[in-house]
């Protein structure tokens, strides 16, 4: 379950619960028409369209913003392996079983790994992974056994691709000898060769496959927020 807020081009808000099959549904349909849509660290994410407004050139911005009811909190290095394991299969928890295998009960089990009782209670509770409707089915083929199949959360999900992808700027050098700024003519105090001031700042992702320098620090935030929407855009198209 989500809170989605809406921010409307006149400044005014509204506030409402979203299921996560709503909001998957919202993401997709931005994307598809092209606004801009940022996933968060929180397991949320935030839609932007531009609105054209008759009396400036500026277009208006109408913001819509996603936030877990439940934030997924710190997403450690184990929760994430845990998380991976549970997407790549068809995961279950054990919730009831015979004598046998009674020590399962509680655990999600998945072909890579398993989550133990304590573990998977967490996940739950966290809101990183969604039950689904019970089924009977045996263990080791032979004993009866009650599984709930479990999936990653939408929430989960976000917070994963937002941190994968955690964006940095550098604050321009500013002053500094032309040879240190790329030039071979002397600087503002020719001809002992003074200093020339640095515009650039460089920017960065966690993802190690982009990076590329604006002119003032202002204009790398710009292009790593549009790095972190590209990239959001093409994660949500790959969701099931």
Known sequence: MFTKTITHADGDTATEKSSEADALRLLRTAV???YRVEATRNGG???????????SIVPRTRTVT???VTPVGTLTATVRE?????????????????????????RILASFGAAAPAAAARLVARGLVVLGEPYEST??????EARTPVRVSLAARLA??????????????GYLRPAGAGLVTAGRQAPRGGL???????????CRTWSATGDGRDDARRLAQGHRQQQTAEF?????
């Open 139 to 144: 263990s080791n083929g032979y004993l009866p």
């Open 82 to 106: 845990c998380l991976n394991d549970i997407s790549v299969c068809a995961a279950y928890r054990i919730d009831v079983a015979e004598r046998e295998f009674r020590d399962r009960v509680g």
């Open 160 to 173: 994963m691709h937002a941190q994968d992808h955690r964006t940095h700027t550098i604050a321009p050098a």
């Open 236 to 240: 949500i198209r790959t969701l099931p």
């Open 66 to 68: 996603l936030k877990p």
């Open 45 to 55: 994410a935030i839609v932007e369209r531009d609105i054209p407004d008759g009396r």
């Open 196 to 206: 020339v001031y640095s515009r650039a700042s460089a920017a960065g992702c966690t």
């Open 32 to 34: 598809r028409r092209g």
